[in-house]
């Protein structure tokens, strides 16, 4: 059944394959060039996951759990929850208020730049993380 | 140099429990991971409201960012007072949820709950201590959307996941309401700052958009507060869910409610605008006391105890209202002083409740007989707190009654005094109900059966049960703890904030550029 599946899209699977790659990086582009242009941590955390989505829409979200499993998911959703309010109090422990990224660095500016470069990280990572989770939850058979 | 920051500890402490909590993915250790943040969290709570009457307001500016420009938390009084009131509450039920939570929800979903709590907890705290009107929002569906989910959490699944829905609904009409409101305000005066609002509000509170986001405010936030007309979503939704989240709910969701309102309408567009020259009081006083009458007669006819004392706490929003509608100090001190001790025997009644339905498996009033002998801490806890409910001298609700018909008194309102005891007397009769059936009912089959043993619940459910009731007992023997703090926050309320938005220009705290 499921190679007969394969079979029948082939050209579909080709292409992505070609796709999937292209996609992250552009994610990876938009995140990490967040700060210089248009871009951040929400937009590139949906292009992140969309990656994900269109191996699982094409392949079956059975294999794409198992290249992006459930506890993994669970943990980045939360680790970019904790590295955004950590980054806080980092801010707190140099002696600024809380979030205030000018303490971060010796130039303000530079602080700047790291603390919302920390902020966003954290920001992709759930937002990866709680996309193809939904993914997972609309897509899942199981009850 | 911490305890300057102490505002922002007080928020993120609770928001990191959360993802902590997933992390361990254990009933146990999330328990314990919530219930460190929570006990760090009162003593947080405590310093800061004893920095407040100290040292008087505190603004704390985010990311150094002073506050026209950034998000600025404002504490005075009446949050810091709030603080505390939350915080404790959420503890007490925490440490009672333990035992009550492994009984009522799956196994698996427990770190969970644990999550939601925290979640909860962190947006309740958020609405009390901000000073910004778009945060407020915010931190109130970070709140509303963990409450949903504990909710649907509940024993009973499917009626539990339609209470839920059923919230979800119609918290989603009043906090959409709500926003619409402070979009319409933003348009009007472009700050969201409360400080910044109260100043630009008198400029252009001719205009129509001012008016409009009024009336969107007022709308969102009597359906969050559940009101009387618009209440449908309460009783549901205090019956079905988990015992825990629901003493957590009574205590602290509808309470926060009504300090928006306080904030917003007091202090914010200033009672001359709001009672003065738009006539909400006439609005508000003949709802809340329909409200309060209505209510408790709708309770005297129920038959599950979670249900009676749903109905009651939609009642005291009635009380809680009318006292606000008055616009005088006396009005508005007597509204905080039964927020804070309705607060805390809501919550100490349903935790009651909560333990006859660990022993029990149900809360008919039917099935209580007897048991006045069999659990003695909990049902005498629950009459306590009951009798509290109805105002006898020496409770809480003593107190609180005292100063709402002392202000109503105040300006010549003896229908509005006459209607309030008339619903105390109704108090009577749904809480004699219950008291009647612990003493004088025989026993059910089903106890008498004894295929369970009833007895009292283990000591980590009625350790926290007797902390709220002695807090509420020490509350009503020595009231004027409470009375000040209320007399101190309406004087805060009625006056507007007193500091203008600039000065935070240069009173940035711990900031070193």
């Known amino acids: 059944m499921v190679k007969g599946l394969q079979q029948h899209h082939r050209v579909l699977q080709v292409i992505s394959k070609l796709f999937i790659p292209l996609i992250l990086l552009f994610a990876f582009y938009v995140q990490f060039h967040g700060d210089f242009g248009p871009g951040g941590g929400f937009q590139a955390g949906v292009i992140f996951a969309s990656a994900f989505i269109l191996h699982g829409l094409i392949f079956g979200e059975g294999r794409t759990r198992l290249v992006m499993p459930p506890y993994v998911l669970r943990f980045l959703m939360s680790f970019g929850v904790l590295l955004y309010a950590g980054t806080g109090l980092v801010s707190i422990m140099m002696g600024g208020n809380y979030l205030d990224h000018s303490v971060l660095s010796e130039d303000a500016l530079h602080g700047q730049h790291w603390g919302i470069f920390a902020v966003e990280l954290g920001v992709g990572f759930t937002v990866t993380a709680v996309m193809i989770t939904l993914f997972y939850c609309f897509s899942s058979t199981r009850p | ?513």
């Not at chain 2, 950034?70 to 333990?98: F, P, R």
């Not at chain 2, 709802?287 to 105890?305: E, H, P, Y």
């Not at chain 2, 939609?314 to 616009?327: E, K, N």
């Not at chain 2, 805390?344 to 349903?350: E, G, I, P, R």
Request: net charge neutral; hydrophobic share 55%; with cysteine.
């Open chain 2, 1 to 513: 140099m911490l305890s300057a920051h102490l505002p922002a500890f007080i928020i993120v402490l609770p928001l990191m429990a959360g993802p902590l909590c997933v992390i361990s993915r254990h009933s146990f250790i999330s328990w314990l991971i919530a219930l460190l943040i929570n006990i760090v969290v009162v003593f947080m709570s405590v310093a800061i409201f004893f920095q407040v009457s100290d040292e008087g307001v505190i603004r704390y500016a985010l990311g150094g960012w002073a506050a026209p420009t950034g998000i600025e938390y404002y504490i005075d009084t009446l949050n810091a007072t709030l603080l505390v009131l939350i915080t404790i509450i959420s503890l007490c039920t925490l440490v009672y949820s333990l035992p009550a939570v492994d009984r009522e929800v799956a196994k698996h979903r427990h770190y969970l709950f644990y999550t939601g709590w925290m979640l909860c907890l962190t947006g309740l705290l958020g609405i009390v201590i901000t000073g910004d009107a778009f945060n407020v929002f915010v931190f109130l569906e970070i709140s509303s959307l963990s409450m949903y989910m504990l909710i649907a959490l509940g024993s009973e699944r499917r009626q539990a996941l339609m209470a839920s829905f059923r919230y979800l609904m119609m918290g989603s009409i009043g906090a959409s309401f709500i926003l619409i409101g402070i979009g319409f305000l933003y348009a009007a005066t472009g700050t969201l700052n409360m400080i910044g609002l109260a100043e630009s509000i008198p400029n252009v509170s001719d205009s129509r958009t001012v008016l409009v986001a009024f009336s969107f405010i007022t709308l969102g936030l009597l359906i969050k507060a559940a009101v009387f007309p618009v209440y449908s979503w309460l009783p549901n939704a205090y019956q079905y869910a988990p015992t825990a989240v629901t003493a957590f709910l009574a205590g602290t969701v509808t309470k926060v409610s009504l300090y928006i309102f306080l904030r917003f309408f007091f202090q914010m567009f200033g009672s001359d605008y709001s009672f003065g020259k738009l006539l909400l009081g006439e609005v508000l006083l003949p709802l809340s006391v329909i409200g309060f009458f209505v209510m408790s007669l709708v309770a005297v006819f129920q038959t599950d105890i979670r249900r009676i004392l749903a109905y009651s706490s939609i009642a005291q929003v009635g009380y809680i209202m009318a006292a606000m509608s008055m616009a005088t100090h006396e009005g508005v001190a007597a509204a905080v002083v039964h927020i804070i001790n309705h607060a805390f025997v809501k919550a100490a009644l349903f935790v009651a409740v909560g333990c006859i339905l660990y022993r029990l498996g149900n809360a008919q009033v039917t099935s209580m007989g007897n048991l006045i002998r069999l659990m003695p801490w909990t049902t005498s806890a629950f009459i306590v707190a009951g009798l509290s409910l109805i105002g006898v001298p020496l409770t809480a609700g003593f107190v609180s009654k005292w100063n709402l018909v002392n202000a109503a008194i105040d300006i010549g309102w003896w229908s509005i005094v006459a209607m309030v005891l008339i619903s105390s007397l109704l108090a009577i009769v749904y809480i004699g109900k219950v008291i009647e059936a612990f003493y004088f009912q025989s026993a059910s089959e089903e106890v008498s059966n004894g295929n369970r043993a009833i007895k009292d619940p283990p000591l980590m459910m009625l350790i926290p049960l007797w902390t709220l009731i002695i807090i509420s007992v020490y509350i009503g023997i020595n009231g004027s703890v409470v009375v000040d703090i209320a007399n101190v926050a309406a004087q805060q309320l009625l006056n507007g904030f007193g500091v203008s938005l600039e000065t935070v220009n240069t009173v940035v705290t711990g900031s070193s550029k």
